[in-house]
């Protein structure tokens, strides 16, 4: 019952990201048409340029698209750890093609500078760019929450196109609204060199967002740790199974995807049985399963035989008292040869 219930989870979870992409190329797709006919028609570079950023919103949004139904196929022999990195891929792609699209912006918007021309219908340029700005917004806020509960890094990386297009939206929507303006208040003041302008500004907050969104998309995929906090839950998860669990040390985790990959040593008495020592490892695997659904957890289990190392006392969950207790036991029982790493002055590397 229990599995079949995680397994209509996931379906309605893959269900969730696969209709939140389809709405992000849906949008994209009208929000193109738009604005390039009416920033052709006036000519006006900046909501030209804000077509061409759609134009990478709706690839970014093909590629959410692809990442999603391809990392939710399972592992397989070829992938034993599954597929989960497509994300991170698809959301590194992203980035780069943003950084392609502000270099175009700003090529085009340096060429207007050299070669002003008045624009026709400013008026129309602003609607346009603020009915954009309040579908991307609207879209974008649905994205985030889908990416955000589902850690979908590809839908997050789509949202972070849409928001940043809201944004640059808004900034061409004042630069058009102060060239209509100042037309109908001051008609000899040259105002023109406003759109070029606002084109670059937009390119700008492009760039940011590049950098943003390489900089998340990367660290997966060159499988940095999880962040502290995360990592921090994990430890007292761990911590919670004392007295049984001694202690513990070579914590390592990493993230696919959605999904987190665990590893770590227990330290248990030495006097566990094989089967006993098994149960409580699969007790604290299902514990840090439980806190973080999409995770895949390793615990190696070791004796805790009073051989303190650097390592073992960082994790070590015994008071001193307990720790001079199993080094006597085990001193007794080795016929007073043994030695613990700090009473020897060495150190072990693990």
């Known amino acids: 019952m229990a599995e079949m219930q995680a397994n209509r989870a996931d379906e309605d979870k893959e269900r969730r990201k696969h209709w939140a992409a389809l709405l992000s190329v849906f949008s994209n797709s009208f929000l193109i048409i738009f604005k390039l006919a009416v920033g052709l028609f006036i000519g006006s570079i900046s909501v030209i340029s804000e077509a061409i950023h759609s134009g990478v919103d709706l690839l970014a949004s093909f590629i959410a698209l692809f990442g999603v139904k391809k990392s939710a196929k399972p592992a397989d022999e070829c992938h034993p750890f599954g597929h989960g990195k497509l994300e991170n891929l698809s959301g590194t792609v992203e980035a780069l093609l943003i950084f392609v699209a502000a270099g175009w912006i700003m090529y085009e918007a340096v060429q207007k500078f050299l070669e002003p021309h008045v624009l026709r219908l400013p008026a129309w340029g602003a609607g346009v760019m603020l009915f954009s700005a309040l579908a991307n917004y609207l879209v974008s806020r649905y994205l985030f929450r889908v990416g955000y509960e589902t850690e979908s890094m590809a839908l997050q990386a789509d949202a972070w196109h849409l928001r940043t297009d809201v944004y640059t939206s808004l900034g061409v929507t004042v630069g058009l609204s102060a060239i209509w303006l100042g037309e109908a208040v001051?008609?000899?003041l040259a105002l023109h060199w406003i759109d070029p302008?606002?084109?670059?500004?937009?390119?700008?907050?492009?760039?940011?967002?590049?950098?943003?969104?390489?900089?998340?998309s990367g660290r997966d995929l060159l499988d940095a740790s999880l962040p502290p906090d995360e990592e921090r839950t994990i430890q007292e998860l761990v911590c919670s199974f004392s007295p049984d669990v001694r202690g513990y040390h070579g914590l390592r985790t990493r993230k696919s995807g959605s999904q987190r990959f665990v590893e770590l040593h227990l330290q248990l008495d030495a006097d566990m049985s094989v089967e006993?020592?098994?149960?409580?490892?699969?007790?604290v695997s299902r514990a840090i399963k439980g806190y973080y659904t999409e995770s895949n957890v390793t615990v190696h289990v070791e004796p805790?035989?009073?051989?303190?190392?650097?390592?073992?006392?960082?994790?070590?969950?015994?008071?001193?008292?307990?720790?001079?207790?199993?080094?006597?036991r085990f001193r007794a029982e080795s016929g007073g040869t043994f030695r613990s790493d700090r009473e020897s002055g060495d150190s072990v590397n693990q």
């Open 304 to 328: 805790c035989n009073g051989n303190c190392t650097e390592k073992c006392l960082d994790g070590c969950l015994l008071e001193e008292g307990e720790r001079k207790q199993v080094r006597r």
């Open 276 to 283: 006993q020592s098994h149960n409580l490892a699969e007790e």
């Open 186 to 188: 001051f008609p000899d």
């Open 197 to 216: 302008a606002a084109a670059i500004v937009v390119a700008g907050l492009i760039l940011h967002a590049a950098y943003h969104l390489t900089r998340e």
